[in-house]
Each structure stands twice: as structure tokens, then as C-alpha cells.
């Protein structure tokens, strides 16, 4: 029953929020596009339920010669963030094509953050744990827990909690956390 609730409420909240937000998405497209030259979307490979890939859908925020690594492989991630870019990131508004992601079921609003499709560690260290079974969200419980800050032994053990304790009120827990966590732009490597 929490499956297809959680479904349920994903698919719904995903569709209003897109309608809610398409001034938004509009605005946001045009700046982009005015910034640096390039696709206005992002799309990146990424572990998906049960060792399933899928394509990601993020705004653009970096150059279109950034290496295809994750950020904390860049080196100084900075050079390559354009100017909206850094907006996007701070304010977390590079995330909001995911709705797309969670409309099609991909994704889900609350789970683990998807890893790329090359964070082999990572990868291996959810599968040991099972969290690889788990849809990839929006937010997790990771992400409310420190974001960038922490390390990739600790985001498995937050997702491991996630995983053993999911419920409906847990997931609308993490969605609170999670708007207090974007408004105060906590757990956000402002260099990346």
C-alpha cells in the first residue's frame, strides 16, 4: 500500500509543482540560454532501482566542456560553473527538470540521490546494503543530513536508515527538511 502511495503522491506533486513552476522553468530556460552557449538541459547517466540506468534531467549550470566525472573529481569545480550556474546551484532550482524524472518513474520525490552510472564504490557499497533496490529521489535522507558535506560512507548509512524506516510520514519529514534545507542553502559547496 506505501508503494502505490508513494507513487501516487509522487506522480501528483510532481505534475502541480511543474504547472506551479512553468513561469519559472521559463525564466530559467531564456538565462541560460543568454549565459553560455549550450543545450539548456543537462542529461547524465545515472543508477536507477534495481541496477537500472536512466537519463537525468538537471538545468545546465556548467560549461558545456565539463568533464562527464562527478563534482568533487573536477579538481577546482568553480572554473567551469557559469554565472547562472552558481544561482542555480545555491538556490537548488538546477534540480526542478527531476520532476520530469519522477513524472515518467524514474524517480521518486524521497530516496536516495542517484549516483552516476561510473561511482562504482558507491554503487557497490548501497548494493551491499540493499539500497540499490530502492528508486532514486529528489531528496533523500542523505541529502537533509549534510548534502556535500558528507562522506559517501555516511550517505549509505543514511540511505540504509531511509530503507528501514520508509513510510508515508517519513517521506513528508524529509520533504519539510528538505524546503528548510534549500531556503537556508545548507550543505551546498558554493564553489561547485
Not at 502511495?5 to 540560454?33: E, G, H, N, Q
Not at 560549461?63 to 545555491?90: A, C, E, M
Request: some cysteine.
Amino acid at each position: 500500500m506505501y508503494k502505490l502511495l508513494k507513487r501516487i503522491m509522487d506522480f501528483t506533486l510532481s505534475f502541480f509543482a511543474l504547472l506551479l513552476f512553468s513561469p519559472l522553468f521559463l525564466v530559467l530556460c531564456l538565462l541560460i540560454k543568454m549565459d553560455s552557449p549550450g543545450p539548456i538541459f543537462f542529461k547524465q547517466k545515472r543508477a536507477g532501482e534495481n541496477d537500472s540506468h536512466f537519463m537525468i534531467y538537471k538545468f545546465r549550470s556548467m560549461r558545456i566542456d565539463t568533464p562527464n566525472v562527478s563534482t568533487d573529481k573536477l579538481g577546482d569545480p568553480s572554473i567551469y560553473i557559469t554565472k547562472v550556474g552558481h544561482f542555480l546551484r545555491k538556490t537548488s532550482l538546477d534540480e526542478l527538470p527531476q520532476l520530469l524524472n519522477i513524472i515518467k518513474g524514474d524517480m521518486s520525490i524521497v530516496g536516495p540521490r542517484p549516483a552516476l552510472y561510473n561511482q562504482y564504490e558507491l554503487i557497490k557499497a548501497r548494493k551491499k546494503v540493499n539500497v540499490h533496490a530502492l528508486k532514486p529521489g529528489l531528496t533523500g535522507y542523505a541529502q537533509v543530513k549534510g548534502r556535500d558535506f558528507i562522506s559517501d560512507e555516511e550517505k549509505v548509512a543514511y540511505d540504509k536508515y531511509y530503507l528501514e524506516h520508509m513510510s508515508f510520514f517519513f517521506d513528508i519529514k524529509i520533504i519539510w527538511m528538505t524546503v528548510i534545507s534549500v531556503v537556508k542553502s545548507e550543505g551546498v559547496r558554493m564553489n561547485e
